[in-house]
């Protein structure tokens, strides 16, 4: 069952803008996580906020929680063409034995 | 290093064919999973195993089977009874109770039906 809902599908900006990428998941949560696929790749984890925190950074990296609006944004800043690649967001249910269910990812292309 | 290897990188399947991919880890995890990923549709998983001699069917578990006789190896095998096979498959570990790094994901075996 898909439960993270990621928006935009696609996102394209040029180098040196931020790119904000929002996720949306429909239960509760033990802690959302966002993951980077290259294209071709096996994904890698970014960052993970937990259900009772509300913000979370790393390097250029910004994470949001609302968990009374079930959802979730990732802002990257000052892009580089090197983060072009998909995004995913994955969601650790309350009492789901620990098994992460992904979104469908944004795609970002970051033109250089 | 420590990794996650998944191999081969292509796989090129036969109607009616058995196919095993290969998934090893040497980072000590417990857990492991598979997921397959088709385009647009995002990651679904298909088997995951929290223990040794232990493994548990995901949301798509038909026409796959797995074993998990050591702790580092997870193959998945694809059955002639999975009739759209044709996907990228990513294997993955993780340590129970313990999120500071998430999952660990491997490169991925892109299977192709011929």
């Known amino acids: 069952s898909q439960q993270g809902e990621e928006d935009p599908q696609a996102l394209s900006i040029q180098e040196g803008e931020n790119a904000t990428m929002n996720c949306s998941y429909k239960t509760s949560i033990n802690n959302l996580q966002w993951y980077r696929q290259n294209s071709g790749r096996g994904l890698v984890h970014l960052i993970l906020i937990r259900s009772n925190e509300r913000e979370k950074h790393s390097g250029r990296l910004r994470v949001t929680l609302d968990t009374s609006k079930k959802s979730s944004s990732l802002l990257i800043t000052a892009s580089r063409a090197a983060d072009t690649a998909s995004y995913f967001c994955?969601?650790?249910?309350?009492?789901?034995?620990?098994?992460?269910?992904f979104g469908k990812g944004t795609k970002l292309t970051v033109n250089p | 290093d420590g990794g996650i290897t998944q191999s081969p990188k292509y796989l090129f399947r036969k109607e009616g064919q058995n196919v095993t991919l290969s998934c090893e880890q040497n980072?000590?995890?417990?857990?492991m999973y598979w997921y397959r990923q088709d385009p647009g549709q995002g990651l679904r998983l298909i088997y995951y195993?929290?223990?040794?001699?232990?493994?548990q069917k995901g949301d798509i578990a038909e026409g796959y089977s797995v074993s998990r006789e050591k702790k580092e190896s997870f193959p998945l095998t694809v059955t002639s009874a999975q009739k759209n096979p044709t996907a990228f498959y990513l294997c993955?570990?993780?340590?129970?109770?313990?999120?500071?790094?998430?999952?660990?994901f491997g490169s991925g075996t892109r299977l192709t039906v011929v």
């Open positions: 980072l000590n995890h417990d857990a």
């Open positions: 195993s929290q223990i040794v001699n232990d493994f």
């Open positions: 993955a570990s993780s340590i129970p109770q313990n999120w500071a790094y998430g999952y660990t």
């Open positions: 994955a969601t650790d249910p309350k009492g789901g034995s620990e098994k992460l269910v």
